[in-house]
């Protein structure tokens, strides 16, 4: 068996990064160059990029079984009315099934119109101060006056 001299095998495990950067620096114009148009396609991308927003929402509806009173009982009798203040968590659900079908039979029907504006390449709606068009009502009751 032969042994490796120690000054031998400490010179071998030694990193010479001037050996290994020399060849890339003759090109450092590339690493410029390729920097610069990263950061020109990432503002390019932002500029143009619609933001998307997660919205996520839960509904806590509390049941508090009530016991009908008096006036409730006499209600009651007269029927339809019998489940009256007993089933709050079927009318909160109704209530928000009503709500989520108002808005999809206003998106349905194009009920809501939104103006938008070609800024670029980006599209921005316009709405409240922005908006082009604003609506001033001249009388609140229009049914009281005689159409001439």
Do not use: C, H
């Amino acid at each position: 068996m032969s042994q490796i001299p120690n000054a031998e095998v400490e010179a071998s495990n030694e990193i010479n990064l001037n050996e290994i950067i020399k060849p890339y620096l003759r090109k450092w114009w590339w690493f410029v160059l390729s920097v610069l148009a990263l950061a020109a396609l990432a503002v390019f991308y932002i500029k143009t990029a619609t933001p998307v927003y997660s919205i996520k929402s839960t509904a806590l509806i509390k049941d508090t079984k009530k016991v009908p009173s008096a006036d409730m009982g006499a209600l009651s009798q007269l029927g339809g009315f019998g489940s009256m203040g007993t089933n709050s968590i079927e009318n909160e659900i109704e209530i928000l099934k009503s709500k989520k079908l108002m808005r999809d039979v206003v998106t349905e029907l194009g009920l809501q119109t939104a103006v938008i504006k070609n800024d670029g390449l980006k599209q921005k709606e316009l709405y409240g101060k922005t908006s082009p068009v604003t609506v001033q009502l001249i009388s609140e009751k229009p049914y009281d006056e005689p159409i001439e």
